[in-house]
């Protein structure tokens, strides 16, 4: 036995009438033509048109309801007597499923069914920090600049106290209508700089503007392993504005190093060491992250030779572990000599044969056959 059910004399219309979907389609249908709807509608695109918001928030209303799959079965049953009383009816607060397609649309929040916009504009700061602090991570205070509402007025231009009017050039509108070839177009008002208002006495604290800068100290986590050109959002620390603040972006530049060279999570490093310890082998100091630490260079070590340390790079940056350091050992060559070491020189010269010399003997070989064939 079917439930009897009266309608109410509702004047609202039927929710898929509303979107104009069939009452058999898909859920994919209905967001798609509800979408189209509300950019239609979207009181943006019609400023200070009341028809098209009515339709926009019908159409809204239509689709929280019919997007909802429990709110539709009730809906498919009852009709909108489903929500009229108690609890079940449709609270502005029922925006949900409508915002997430209209932040998609349009990039703005809805909440509660009224338009919320990110009003705030993002900023940059460049911070400048140094190899070393960029390689362990760091946490700095900056001072950061920022405009927010300002307080005697509370952000509206207007010395407290005295009124607000109209723009008298485009009524309120913030835009104004005019002739673009065959269509009409709009654009924001001149006269009230696109407010649409009309302020005869400016707040004295912000000359009218409505924002004060202020100063505000941050602590901004750098985390180790951060690269040059690296950007740090942080979320909400942009223009301050009732409307919502913006972002803050922090741009880092990393100061090169006197000894340091990075790739990647790698450092790179040179070392100068002097012939007899090339050829004798030395034990030598080695800067690193972690402080000096001392590297055994074997004997017979040629000049550009490679040595890893594990485990002595910078930690990977958005990862896990460290990367090494690699030490390049260039051997120095004596730019000018005494005459006692010119002539100890000499004598080694004399003294060194192809067997101290193994490279230079092949090389002198190969070079005498080249032009025999
Ligand atoms: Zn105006
Ligand atoms: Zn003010």
Same mark, same amino acid.
């Given at each position: ?127 400048? /920090?140094?190899?070393? =602090? ?15 509402? @300002? ?15 109209? @723009?008298?050039? @485009? ?20 006269? @009230? ?90 034990? /030598? ?64 010269? =004399? ?8 490279? =230079? ?13």
């Amino acid at each position: 036995m079917a439930r009897v059910y009266t309608p109410k004399p509702v004047s609202k219309r039927d929710y898929y009438v509303i979107l104009e979907v069939s009452r058999t389609a898909a859920g994919s249908e209905i967001k798609q033509s509800y979408r189209a709807l509300a950019m239609k509608y979207h009181p943006d695109r019609n400023p200070d048109d009341p028809a098209a918001e009515d339709a926009f928030k019908e159409a809204s209303e239509a689709y929280a309801v019919l997007s909802d799959p429990d709110r539709r079965t009730q809906y498919d049953r009852f009709g909108h007597a489903a929500f009229d009383s108690g609890g079940a009816g449709f609270e502005a607060g029922d925006f949900g499923a409508v915002s997430d397609i209209l932040e998609g649309l349009f990039g703005e929040v809805f909440s509660g069914g009224r338009r919320k916009r990110r009003a705030g504009r993002d900023l940059s700061y460049d911070l400048e /920090i140094s190899f070393v =602090q960029a390689a362990l991570g760091i946490e700095k205070n900056i001072d950061v600049s920022r405009p927010a509402p @300002c307080a005697p007025c509370s952000g509206s231009g207007a010395e407290p106290g005295t009124p607000i009017h109209k @723009c008298n050039v @485009c009524q309120g509108r913030a835009q104004v209508k005019y002739q673009r070839g065959l269509f009409a177009a709009t654009r924001p008002c001149h006269a @009230c700089r696109g407010t649409g208002k009309k302020i005869p006495t400016p707040c004295n604290a912000c000359k009218g503007t409505g924002t004060k800068m202020r100063s505000e100290s941050m602590s901004v986590k750098i985390p180790a392993g951060v690269q040059d050109g690296a950007v740090r959002t942080v979320r909400g620390a942009g223009e301050a504005s009732p409307g919502g603040n913006g972002d803050l972006h922090i741009n880092i530049k990393v100061r090169d190093h006197s000894l340091f060279q990075r790739e990647g999570a790698d450092i790179l490093v040179s070392i100068p060491i002097s012939f007899p310890q090339a050829v004798l082998g030395a034990s /030598i100091d080695v800067p690193t992250l972690d402080g000096q630490v001392v590297m055994k260079v074997p004997p017979g070590t040629q000049s550009g030779k490679i040595f890893r340390l594990r485990g002595k790079g910078i930690p990977v940056y958005g990862g896990y572990g460290k990367g090494d350091q690699l030490v390049t050992v260039v051997v120095e060559v004596p730019q000018e000599v005494s005459r006692r070491q010119r002539k100890l020189i000499t004598e080694l010269a =004399q003294e060194i044969g192809d067997e101290t010399h193994p490279q =230079q003997a092949s090389f002198l070989r190969k070079l005498r056959g080249l032009f025999d064939a």
